[in-house]
Nanobody, 118 residues
């Protein structure tokens, strides 16, 4: 069994910052890409950023100035630093990782709510 668990969500005022974390646990053989997606109210799930094992990161073009993704391979953890948040960033943020157990498979966390409001 493999689990991804996000943390760090919550309420933040416009202009504020949050740091999300996601840790993989269980029968993890190796981790390839890790990433963050979000689903805003009334919208489908969208990519925020992904990061490869070597640290090379890719961002949604409209979000790259606002978010920074990083990872700690030893801790099996991926982070998302978000800055200058606005109400349009209110969403459930999901962690995703491609993990090797008996075979390579993509796993998702349950999501963490981020609400930007004054």
């Amino acid at each position: 069994q493999v689990q991804l668990v996000e943390s760090g969500g919550g309420f933040v005022q416009p202009g504020g910052s949050l740091r999300l974390s996601c840790v993989a646990s269980g029968d993890v053989g190796a981790i390839d890409t890790m990433g963050w997606f979000r689903q805003r109210p009334g919208w489908g799930r969208e990519l925020v950023a992904i990061i490869h094992r070597d640290g090379n990161a890719e961002y949604a073009e409209s979000l790259e100035d606002q978010f920074t993704i990083s990872r700690d391979n030893g801790a099996r953890t991926v982070y998302l630093q978000s800055n200058n948040l606005n109400p349009e960033d209110t969403a459930v943020y999901y962690c995703q990782a491609r993990i090797l157990t008996q075979r390579w498979k993509v796993y998702w966390g349950p999501g963490t709510q981020v609400t930007v409001s004054s």
